[in-house]
């Protein structure tokens, strides 16, 4: 039952009515006895500063960044952890007493899903796209001892994220590099692992990826959730698949401690992602 006790916990995006967040955190408050809350709520990217100020006026114990606010926050954040320093972007938002400190659960929830996958020192790795999530993936790849190659339609913003994620982890610069967008299938097949960090497949995006090319033994991991194409051109050529539903589930698990300082029930957010109408 809520009530005016009830702690408030958010996710921000544009849009946001396809997240499955709000089922899989409400389903973890729920199994460990927590009272708490967590809504979905649309915020327009000009909106954010004001959005998060405000959640925080109003008592709000942690948020979740989704597309196209990860990169935006940053300047918003009182503190860094180490991580979302080092890969530039936050998805998790904590209170502290002056402000919101800032968290990145993706990073280490794709770490470990390719480290499952057979991803590790030597592998190459390709990320589409330059935005928080791509950043993301870059620094799993880097952390993981892969050489990572990115591309993205916004040339400039991914030659920023090599650069940066390169200097952050002090690493060489070669360690990540640029591939250009219409090179993007050359890149792929010769990839042990591709993540699609865009936001293709997305609600409400129309937006295509360029045709790629895909050999046996491959990984391929998909921050959108859902049947999307990226996901069906993997499977149909028996590439091993890690849908966005697995990184969902997993930077929740992590995000549940940052708030809680302990780990959620195992396996029911899971549950709630997957069963039917979880979608909220």
């Known amino acids: 039952m809520i009530t005016g006790k009830t702690p408030v916990y ?5 849009p946001v009515g396809h997240s499955r967040s709000p089922a899989m955190q409400n389903a973890a408050f729920d199994a460990a006895g927590v009272d708490a809350v967590y809504v979905a709520l649309q ?7 004001a959005a998060v100020r405000g959640a925080f006026a109003l008592g709000l114990r942690g948020l ?17 952890d180490l991580v979302a320093s080092r890969v530039g972007a936050v998805n998790t938002l904590s209170r502290l007493d002056g402000g919101w400190a800032g968290h990145n659960t993706d990073a280490p929830a794709v770490r470990g899903l390719l480290t499952e996958a057979g991803v590790g020192p030597g592998s190459k790795g390709l990320v589409l796209g330059a935005g928080g999530a791509a950043r993301a993936a ?16 916004r040339p400039e913003a991914a030659a920023a994220l090599c650069r940066d994620l390169a200097r952050a982890l002090g690493q060489p610069d070669a360690s990540a590099r640029v591939v250009p967008w219409d090179e993007t299938a050359t890149a792929a097949i010769h990839a042990d692992a591709v993540v699609n960090a ?8 129309a937006g295509r990826l360029p ?4 050999r046996t033994g491959q990984v391929a991991l998909d921050f959108v959730y ?12 028996g590439v091993a698949f890690v849908g966005g539903e697995q990184v969902l589930v997993r930077q929740g698990e992590l995000a549940f401690r940052v708030w809680l300082g302990r780990s959620a029930p195992p396996g029911v957010m899971a549950r709630a992602v997957a069963a039917p109408g979880g979608r909220v």
Do not use: I, M, Y
Not at 10 to 14: E, R, S, T
Not at 211 to 214: I, N
């Open 10 to 14: 958010a996710v921000l995006g544009w």
């Open 43 to 49: 915020v327009a990217p000009g909106d954010l500063e």
């Open 64 to 80: 979740n960044l989704t597309v196209p606010h990860k990169e935006a926050v940053v300047p918003l954040c009182a503190e860094l």
């Open 138 to 153: 870059a620094w799993a790849f880097l952390q993981l001892g892969a050489e990572v190659a990115v591309a993205a339609r």
């Open 198 to 205: 865009t936001s293709v497949g997305l609600a409400a995006n």
């Open 211 to 214: 045709p790629l090319a895909w």
């Open 226 to 237: 859902g049947d999307t194409a990226f996901g069906r051109s993997a499977r149909d050529a």
